[in-house]
């Protein structure tokens, strides 16, 4: 234990005296939580909506006040009126507007009679966000329109009733078990990879191979190091992250222990992982460009940003194997979904596993002479 414990020492030490390498690898994911939680995640508000009114009468004014409750309260939209329905669908095509309301001749009288309404939605679908939340809500808007003033005591129509499990959990929310991954990841690729590769390059390895130093207390102790940097870099995002996500469950005692023995798991399959692929590499430019290939290959299918079952068949089978997938669904259970050790321990078996077996692997294929 003796020789690992000073070449973590000597990690650590160097980490104490430059720490901002590793400062700038948690600042990444963490603009990634900010700025893709608020981009991504939230709701449309404030679209602009133009509305061309040819009827003018009573049910065109009433739909003209249902636009002023929904932008009042939801504001969803504002609605802007036009003369003629040219330059309305001129404005959706330039952009100066988010879609167009069109409501025909003799409206109000086909309303009334009960002849088969009709309500014109000009939209530019390029943006498929904005089109489909102004249909979603103009569809909402007309199926209210659509209710009878006096309701039926016995519904003959089939209802669906849904029951959510968890208050309405933001983007970011959901955002940032994938955020905290990466964090950890980042962490482990420099200190796994990076620095491991550049100090093996400057002939820092050659001290330690001219010692008594066995192969394992090496790559043990160098994992070690690594491992700490990771979980710091983890425990940082989780609570800061959690701060600007609002989410108090990683400061219950219960969560926040099996929080971090997710870390630490999580932590070893991390830079066991890196460690293994570049145990053999010689030219530190590797692993620079190693980072961006693990990072799409890794991150993405892991469903940190969307569902794992919306990818296809063959990413399905990189997730399956992705350590980044299941510390992703272990964050996800315990800050979400309240869960705990016991909720996540098919994670935690993986990564153990994982960790152990690349770190094994990697003892073996380490070469003990220059």
Same mark, same amino acid.
């Given at each position: 234990?003796?020789?690992?414990?000073?070449?973590?020492?000597?990690?650590?030490?160097?980490?104490?005296?430059?720490?901002?390498?590793?400062?700038?690898?948690?600042? *990444?994911?963490?603009?990634?939580?900010?700025? *893709?939680?608020?981009?991504?995640?939230?709701?449309?508000?404030?679209?602009?909506?133009?509305?061309? !009114?040819?009827?003018?009468?009573?049910?065109?004014?009433?739909l003209q006040e249902a636009f002023d409750s929904v932008a009042a309260n939801k504001r969803t939209f504002v609605t802007v009126p036009y003369e003629n329905e040219e330059t309305a669908r001129k404005e959706v095509r330039t952009g100066k507007l988010?879609?167009?309301?069109?409501?025909? @001749?003799?409206?109000?009288?086909?309303?009334?009679?009960?002849?088969?309404?009709?309500?014109?939605?000009?939209? !530019?679908?390029? !943006?498929?966000?904005?089109?489909?939340?102004?249909?979603?809500?103009?569809?909402?808007?007309?199926?209210?329109?659509?209710?009878?003033?006096?309701?039926? @005591?016995?519904?003959?129509?089939?209802? *669906?009733?849904?029951?959510?499990?968890?208050?309405?959990?933001?983007?970011?929310?959901?955002?940032?078990?994938?955020s905290a991954a990466l964090a950890m990841y980042v962490a482990a690729l420099i200190s796994g990879g990076m620095l491991y590769v550049d100090d093996k390059a400057s002939g820092v390895h050659e001290g330690f191979l001219a010692t008594p130093i066995t192969k394992a207390e090496l790559v043990l102790g160098l994992n070690l190091a690594g491992i700490i940097k990771s979980i710091f870099a983890g425990i940082c995002l989780t609570a800061i992250g959690s701060l600007f996500a609002g989410i108090g469950a990683v400061f219950h005692v219960m969560s926040a222990v099996s929080i971090l023995v997710l870390l630490i798991a999580s932590s070893i399959a991390f830079n066991g992982m890196m460690f293994l692929l570049t145990v053999r590499v010689e030219d530190?430019?590797?692993?620079?460009?190693?980072?961006?290939v693990l990072n799409t290959l890794l991150f993405f299918p892991s469903?940190?940003?969307?569902?794992?079952?919306?990818?296809?068949?063959?990413?399905?089978?990189?997730?399956?194997?992705?350590? *980044?997938?299941?510390?992703?669904?272990?964050?996800?259970?315990?800050?979400?979904?309240?869960?705990?050790?016991?909720?996540?321990?098919?994670d935690l078996l993986f990564l153990f596993g994982f960790g152990g077996a690349t770190l094994a692997m990697g003892i073996f294929l380490f070469k003990r002479t220059l």
């Open positions: 234990m003796k020789p690992m414990m000073a070449i973590v020492e000597r990690e650590m030490r160097k980490f104490a005296r430059s720490p901002t390498l590793m400062m700038l690898s948690m600042t *990444l994911p963490l603009v990634q939580l900010i700025i *893709l939680g608020n981009a991504l995640g939230g709701k449309v508000t404030g679209a602009v909506l133009g509305v061309v !009114d040819y009827d003018g009468r009573s049910q065109a004014v009433r988010d879609g167009a309301v069109i409501i025909p @001749r003799q409206y109000s009288r086909r309303v009334l009679a009960r002849d088969s309404p009709t309500l014109g939605l000009v939209l !530019d679908n390029t !943006d498929e966000v904005m089109s489909d939340s102004l249909q979603a809500e103009m569809q909402s808007l007309v199926d209210a329109l659509n209710a009878p003033v006096i309701q039926q @005591r016995l519904n003959p129509q089939i209802e *669906l009733k849904t029951v959510e499990l968890y208050p309405y959990v933001e983007y970011m929310k959901f955002l940032l078990p994938g530190p430019v590797t692993p620079r460009a190693l980072f961006g469903g940190a940003i969307s569902p794992i079952a919306s990818l296809p068949r063959w990413l399905r089978i990189v997730a399956a194997v992705d350590p *980044l997938t299941y510390a992703v669904h272990g964050v996800r259970a315990i800050l979400l979904k309240d869960g705990n050790l016991g909720t996540i321990w098919m």
